[in-house]
């Protein structure tokens, strides 16, 4: 039987799209990466671990800021390439500017305007 | 100013990743992509339109099946490179298995198991 891990479609960079959603609200908190051990490791762990592409290293969400997303669902999509993570977002904040989610900015009339506000401002969240 | 597509971080194949959620269950339908002609359509036609990867053209979402995307919010994340649509699936019914949404694999014990039923069997939606 094929190991869970390569029923997987990993793209050129060995990394999937990785969708983390909020249980309860199902406010669509960010997207991100992973690698085979960053899957494997929020499995291991309980808790998102994503890729970092700019870093290209491990990411382990929320270990400078606290703000970890504690894993509840895994889910895989109809081409294998995409992920779906519902999390339990601890502080509620899940975004490095200090809002709840990522999607902070909403198209009006050809303008991007900022639409939901900064919880903890990130010099707090990343001062530790 | 920077005309609103030109503040999008275009991937080095021109495209930015984008979640498709439905207004009101706040289901995550789908992931797609887009390029820059396929983001001004779905806001010129108020309905999605994705770039297709494999058939590296335009991918008029539902053109063929009828499960179009009605437009309801447009919102870009922090790092200018992922997109949130708010739709209204028309049919609901997203994915091209005939599934509500393409995330219908559930990780268990270490597989991989199908836990969302077909709507309408593909033959049927695809024979017109």
């Known amino acids: 039987m094929t190991h869970w891990l390569d029923e997987i479609t ?7 799209a990785v969708i983390a959603q909020e249980i309860g609200t199902n406010q669509v908190l960010m997207l991100a990466w992973m ?6 490791l929020t499995v291991d762990k ?6 970092s592409r700019s870093r290209q290293k491990l990411w382990f969400k929320g270990e400078e800021s606290g703000n970890v997303q504690k894993l509840k669902d895994i889910r895989l999509d109809c ?12 502080n ?10 990522c999607f902070f900015k909403q198209l009006g009339t050809n303008k ?17």
Request: aromatic content about 8%; proline content about 3%.
């Open 92 to 101: 509620g904040i899940a975004c490095h500017t200090g809002r709840h989610h």
């Open 35 to 40: 690698n085979k051990e960053a899957l494997q």
């Open 112 to 128: 991007w305007k900022t639409v939901e506000p900064v919880i903890t401002d990130p010099s707090i969240l990343y001062s530790k």
């Open 10 to 16: 990993w793209n050129e960079q060995g990394l999937v």
């Open 46 to 51: 309980n808790q998102a671990v994503y890729w």
């Open 79 to 90: 081409d294998n390439d995409v992920i779906l993570l519902t999390v339990e977002q601890i």
